[in-house]
């Protein structure tokens, strides 16, 4: 299955960025995340207790980020194991972008789900990513600036969007556990 | 109209008893497995594979074995170590080239590779369900994915699932005389043509499977309760087979059973890993099916891709009939699952008609889904669907009314017995009758009528035929196994007058909706003059029983219930040599009529009750007769039974929503003699209601990666009472000519006749060849929109 959204978040692109770089930022926006372990720069470990209607687990996931163009976009691939509740596996782009003070971010997913979660789970996985999504960026908007919030617009098709300069910061690697959260936030949904 | 039932107090053979077991059913007073608990017992849960295919590179119990609660996790491997065999399949089919079919191995629990979504590959017990789920959900195997095969189209050219097995298939059957109908069509006047998919069904009975599992250290006996339809073969493969414990010290009981419709026929993992854990953990465990289990791993039915030709002469006489099956077996040979694509389909496919050339051949092919296995009606409703499907496009195409193509090619009832090319021999039948009066009651001649009143209302309105035959009352013994068969087909009873005069009555067949406790108290009242209250009707438990076959294929009357007549003709027989002494005459003196001993020639007589209280105190008795009241026989059928009917499908189409509204059924079927017709419309009803599941609604579906995407009933539909209309049903007999009851089994036929109808009654309606089952509203939509 196949999932894309765009947010627009009330901040400049450098405090989404600091941001980005603190961690219990992160760790409170996802929802359920228990651990975040860096393994080396490409490969990440995350466990998140997740629920998807009637399944609920915890999910380890394995994680890991290719064609990494710092600090515009990356591929996220994941493989996240629940156990008695089943799997998923996919993919996520993740591009972001600045438009007058603001900053878009624009995510698409591939993914499938296996066991009790594309049993029972599939007719409800589409709404629930898209509602872990929300969450994740409505917490985070709200910890940038309190009297904001996330602005989710209509799933768009990612390719159109337009790849722009991105001040280079040494801070990149705080992206990517920022992106991991999200990407397990979407694909656990699936 | 159908026949007015009323329940009149009579209770002989014919009279519309209502079921004395619905009163504990609907009161909540049934004894179901479930209801069922032991002191001390553990509770089990299944971790079940998420993969369609993967190896098993190891599990971690740790976790699991850490929840407060948990006893012990079992795993496939430690199943294997300990001896426990693999389930088998009970019926050897042999591939057209002489070979036996390629069978998987199938440990019981996944031990090495899981091969199907919802295998199990291991076990947590507990003492709590709570605790049993929790330690399930901290089982943590490690799976490596492996190659799936999952589309059947494609299946028999996809990479090997199993190594030896090439192609992925189990075997190429074949029937018939594949020169002699080649030569047919080479002559023919008018070939028709169809390719056809039987739809996989996923079975849903009410009450989802279950077990409990106990092991007597003291004794070394083992009981297991369990949902089974069958407990004495259940009993024969988990001891001579899978080798769980020795026959004599596993007892195995189906206790009050909702619903089978052919999936609680196999012997499945769960009972065999329950019993094999309880003498491991020296505990009674207790596993209940939640549904979604029962989605994933009950063996589901049908699931066919055929494709069809029908030969003609000028006249539209039917001259040969080629049929290329592909079925679905799914990951592995189920119980039965070989058997149904095969002999139960292959054989049926004559139908009622005289086409006197006959080839088929069917492909048995492995895919990574559950197994597929007997489903109400059980390859006999694929083979109609076939057979129906064709010969009403075939009329379609000659311009010629369906039910005049049909009579046309029908045999006829002095043409009996018949031997068809696909290797039955019908012993009697009267099709036309049925056919007739099917026409009758649904006012054929009205139709156009009622098909322009619709029209008038934005539908469109047609009408469908099926004129199905089945084989039912499995089987002559002798030629099942000749064919493959395992096991014999035939089936024990007893009946026990007791000192006061009541009776105790024990089949081997088994009833889990049936209404055995009923009808088969009717037949031994009936046969004994003894009061049906009386009559008690005892089964599903090898600890009381003899060896049986239970209950499948419609099977229960026609054997089980003659088997009861056998030992009642025993009784009258020894009764009559306890008469004849006590009223100092011979037994060829003495006749027996309604419960009456009678001295020919003489006011003289005495009660079956009289008799029976003097054969257990035998003061004065008989010196070479036995003491004791009781007789028991096993009854093995000369030949199947042949019922047959007609069923005629109204649907009404809405053209804007492509919704398919089922308007009115008509079925009449010839189900030989009736001992009690309320029950037997009731069979009719609920067949019918499954086939119209089967043709409108339910779809077992898998996707591409393997995983079942119709896992619940929010994305299975099943049929409701409002998605239904009035049934008419109504009867013809012609007695089965081979059994002392005149009876052929009523439990399939609903299911077997009513999609076949149904999907030519939407074709009609829409002026299409075909749309695949189930026709639901976006696939007639679609087929409306490409045919305007």
Known sequence: MEQSGEY???????????????????????????????????????????????????????????????????????????????????????????DDGVTVLRYGVKANVGGKLAQVGSRLVDGAARKMADDFFAEFSKRLDPDSVAVATAATDTDAAEEREFEKSGGWLMWVVAFVGLAIAVILAF | MSEALEDTGETGIGAPVRRREDLRFITG????????????????????????????????CDDALAVPGVVAVYTGQQMVDDGIGDLPCGWMVKSKDGADMLSSPHPPMAATVANYVGEPYALVVAESLQAAKQGAESVYADFTELHVVVDLATATASDEIYEGIPNNLAYTWALGDEDATRMAFAKAAHVTTMDLTNNRLIPNAIEPRACLGMFESATGDYTLYTTSQNPGLERLVLSAFVQVAPEHKLRIVAPDVGGGFGSKIFIYAEETAVIWAAAKANRPIKWVAERSESFLADAHGRDHITHAELAMDEMGRFTGLKVQTTANLGAYLSTFGSSVPTYLYGTLLAGQYKTPNIYVEVQGAYTNTAPVDAYRGAGRPEATYVVERIVEQAARELGKDPADLRRMNMIQPEEFPYETPVALVYDTGNYEASLDKALDIIDYAGFEARRAAAAEQGKRRGIGFACYIEACGLAPSKLAIELGAGVGLYESGEIRVNPTGSVSVFTGSHSHGQGHETTFAQVVSDKLGINYDDIDIIHGDTGRMDFGLGTYGSRSLAVGGSALVAAADKLIEKGKKIAAHMMQATPEQVTFEDGQFTLQDSNQSMSIQEVAFASYVPADYPEDLEPGFAEKAFYDPNNFTYPAGTHIAEVEVDIETGVVSLEDFVAVDDFGHIINPLIVHGQVHGGVAQGAGQAIMEHGIYDEYGQLQTGSMMDYTMPRADDLPDFKVDTTVTPCTHNPLGVKGCGEAGAIGSPAAIMNAITHALGIKDISMPATPEKVWRAIGGNS
């Open chain 2, 29 to 60: 007073n049934g004894n179901y497995t479930d209801d069922l608990n032991q002191p001390g017992q553990l509770y089990a849960v299944f971790c079940r594979s998420p993969y369609p295919r993967a190896r098993i590179d190891g599990i971690d």
């Open chain 1, 8 to 98: 627009r978040i009330a901040a400049r692109r450098e405090d989404v960025w600091s941001a980005l770089n603190a961690p219990d930022v992160l760790g409170a926006c996802i929802e359920g995340c228990q651990r975040v372990e860096k393994l080396d720069d490409e490969h990440f470990e995350v466990a998140v207790k997740a629920k998807v209607g009637p399944v609920s687990a915890t999910f380890n996931a394995a994680l890991e980020l290719s064609d990494i163009e710092a600090p515009v976009s990356y591929t996220i691939n994941g493989n996240a194991k629940g156990g008695a509740a089943g799997f998923a596996k996919g993919s996520a782009n993740v591009h972001l972008d600045e």
